[in-house]
Structure formats: C-alpha cells, structure tokens
C-alpha cells in the first residue's frame, strides 16, 4: 500500500510540473534574445545551435527545469519508491499531462532538437535532482552525540 502511494505523489507531481510549468513558460518564453545572441552563433556554430541554445538555457530551464527538478528532489526524498522509479513517473506524468495540455508541442517532425528541448530539460532535470536526493544524507543517519 505504501508503494501505490508513493506512485500516486510521484504522477501527481508530475501533472503538477505540467500544469504549473505551462504557466511559467508562457513568462520565459517572452524574454527576447539579445542583438548579438544570433549573429555570434551564426558566424561560430549557426544560427539554429542559438536557438536551441536558447530554448533549453532561457526558456525551457527556467521555466520547465527549475521547477522540475525543485519537485524531483522533494518527491524522491519522501517517497518510498527507488529514486530512479520516481524520476520515471514524474518524467512520464509530465510528458503525458503535457501532451493533453499542448499536443502540439510533441510530434517527431520538423526541427527535432528545438522540438524536443522540453523533454531533454525535463530528464535531465528530473534526473540529476533525483539523484542527488537520494544520496542526500538523511537526517535520521545523524547520531546525537
């Protein structure tokens, strides 16, 4: 029973990010790039490695990852399930809830790396706040001397 629980929080956390992280991109998304931001990818590695570049960093990270990774962490840590079981169904919550909010938004054609920064930034948020958590050390493991 303990475990069913653990995989209610971890889906409802991952619903929460969506929803919540839907409203804060709609923020990031407005914030312009600088003059130079284009001319300088344009003439070193291309214009479309800017705006990935971007989307993930300016975009995508402030308004998806921090949050994410903010939920992660809390949710690894106090949940009875193996951190990298969290991760996935946080991971997979959010990708579905989503999908429901703007379908448009994952679909495997046009520029794929541009299309996909919400998923990379979202694993690999998720990921390494999971992780972290897990090997936090606990206060429990604090003897009093």
């Not at 629980?5 to 991109?25: D, E, R």
């Not at 996909?116 to 998720?126: Q, R, T």
């Amino acid at each position: 029973m303990k475990q069913m629980g653990s995989t209610t929080v971890s889906v409802a956390a991952g619903i929460l990010i969506a929803v919540a992280g839907s409203w804060l991109l709609g923020y990031t998304a407005a914030i312009p790039a600088p003059n130079g931001w284009f001319q300088w990818f344009s003439s070193t590695l291309g214009s479309y490695a800017g705006l990935v570049t971007w989307e993930m960093l300016v975009v995508q990270f402030p308004g998806v990852g921090l949050l994410a990774a903010l939920v992660a962490f809390l949710v690894v840590r106090y949940t009875s399930l193996p951190w990298w079981q969290t991760c996935l169904l946080i991971i997979g919550a959010e990708l579905g809830a989503a999908f429901l909010l703007w379908p448009q938004t994952i679909n495997l054609s046009g520029l794929l790396l541009l299309q996909h920064a919400h998923e990379v930034v979202l694993i690999i948020c998720v990921s390494i706040a999971g992780y972290i958590s897990a090997h936090w050390p606990s206060q429990n493991s604090h003897q009093e001397s």
